[in-house]
């Protein structure tokens, strides 16, 4: 489970941020905090602002991260491979853009008994890798131990078997980071932290093209297996039952493409008969192909027990259909893995104290200056110095702005002839 996420320099985030999904000693909705190892864990976690106000790139931070954990052994024999990744520091002032930009994770392993916590981190400029560092903290241990460490002129790989610290020291180069070009070298320790990364997912709704590919992607084993389609009719039966089944037929192969290609058809009850009409699945509405977009992600993470990052996550979605979504990871019984939800949305019919906790709604917002900074409900402080309690209507007061991070509305005078 993921419990922090810390990053600094990148995009609209000058200074340093945390995302804490760490449970505070709040008392609401205390069954759903999870105890693994010494730490207390929340299942979710929404990030609200303006538009413009950098919620997307808490999220594209994450994946920035994860890309080049997964990735970054490739970038040393292909320069054109990093010169794509670079990361985007800070554009707004003389100093930032020429400095690291630096992502660092608090978390756990899912299925772990030892229950150990694990801290990693890097920090990247325009050359490549400054810094990197691996720790882990034993259930037991209040101290982390160093796996390894890599400085501008420090390399401690002491952690790692002998044989495994000669094959890094040869091939490491500096665009690449130790934890990919290990997984890649089959180091245990190495592969443990990149699996991790690999198995969460991302669903950028915000981006057209994403939307395009995430819609035709199809749920593990849904071609072949007559239970996987059943679990996406029962799914979609949580919001529309008029979808009874599907029709799945291969389509000729175009370009001597290798990947089979299929057409698939939602199949609706006739009201006046037992026969049913073919609806290809992309005339569905834009609701519907967002949550089948939604599934296979869905699946995987509940599977595993691992993090669901989605930005925007209202978009085209009833809010009830929202919160029927939350509540599968909301839910311990459902959420039996302890999967992680983080998302970004505009949706304040969400905001409220008979669902989230205080510690789980988090807010964006942007200065004068151009640097976005991010904060919990439940660390904000209002005017007259007082913490916010848990019977306030949060979506009335955020609304208000009695807790920042909404738009500064001025009339739209351009219409106006004269």
């Known amino acids: 489970m993921l419990i922090q996420f810390n990053f600094k320099n990148y995009k609209s985030f000058k200074e340093e941020v945390t995302l804490d999904l760490s449970a505070t000693k709040i ?3 205390s069954d759903r905090v999870v105890s693994i190892g010494n730490e207390k864990i929340l299942p979710v976690s929404a990030i609200y602002g303006a538009n413009a106000s950098g919620k997307s790139n808490v999220y594209s931070a994450f994946e920035y991260m994860t890309n080049y954990v997964v990735d970054s052994f490739k970038y040393g024999d292909e320069e054109e491979h990093f010169d794509q990744f670079k990361p985007t520091p800070f554009l707004f ?3 930032s853009p020429k400095e690291s930009s630096s992502f660092e994770v608090y978390f756990t392993i899912p299925n772990d008994k030892s229950e150990k916590t694990y801290n990693y981190g890097f920090c990247v400029d325009a050359q490549g890798v400054t810094e990197e560092w691996l720790n882990s903290k034993a259930k037991t241990s209040k101290k982390y131990k160093t796996i390894f460490y890599r400085g501008e002129d420090e390399l401690d790989l002491s952690g790692f078997p002998k044989s495994s610290q000669g094959n890094i020291q040869v091939a490491l180069e500096k665009q690449v980071l130790i934890v990919s070009l290990g997984a890649k070298l089959k180091i245990g320790k190495c592969k443990v932290i990149r699996d991790w990364f690999i198995d969460n997912r ?5 981006n057209p093209f994403t939307n395009y590919w995430m819609s035709r992607r199809l749920p593990k084993g849904f071609v072949t297996d007559k239970q996987v389609q059943q679990k996406v ?3 979609f039966a949580s919001f529309d039952e008029h979808i009874q089944d599907f029709k799945i037929e291969q389509v000729p192969q175009e ?3 290798k990947q089979n290609q299929y057409k698939i058809s939602a199949l609706h009850k006739v009201i006046d008969s037992d026969s049913y009409a073919e609806i290809p699945l992309e005339s569905e509405s834009g609701g519907t192909l967002k949550m089948f977009a939604l599934y296979p992600g869905l699946q995987e993470v509940l599977e595993k027990g691992s993090v669901f990052i989605i930005d925007e996550l209202n978009a085209r979605l009833h809010p009830l ?5 939350l509540l599968t990871f909301l839910n311990p019984e459902m959420n ?6 983080i998302f970004t949305t505009h949706d304040t019919w969400q905001l409220s104290n008979q669902l989230l906790r205080r510690d789980e709604i988090w807010f964006v917002k942007k200065d004068e200056s151009g640097i976005s900074t991010l904060y919990s409900l439940a660390d904000f402080v209002d005017e007259d110095g007082d913490r916010i309690r ?3 209507s949060y979506e009335k007061n955020y609304l208000l702005g009695k807790y920042g991070a909404i738009p500064s509305l001025k009339s739209i005078s351009v219409l106006d002839e004269k």
């Open 27 to 29: 008392t609401e909705f």
């Open 93 to 95: 002032d003389t100093t």
């Open 202 to 206: 991302f669903a950028d709704f915000g």
């Open 233 to 235: 009719i029962d799914y």
């Open 255 to 257: 370009n001597d493409s």
């Open 321 to 325: 259909l929202v919160r029927n979504f």
């Open 336 to 341: 039996k893995n302890h999967a992680q939800l």
């Open 390 to 392: 848990k019977d306030e």
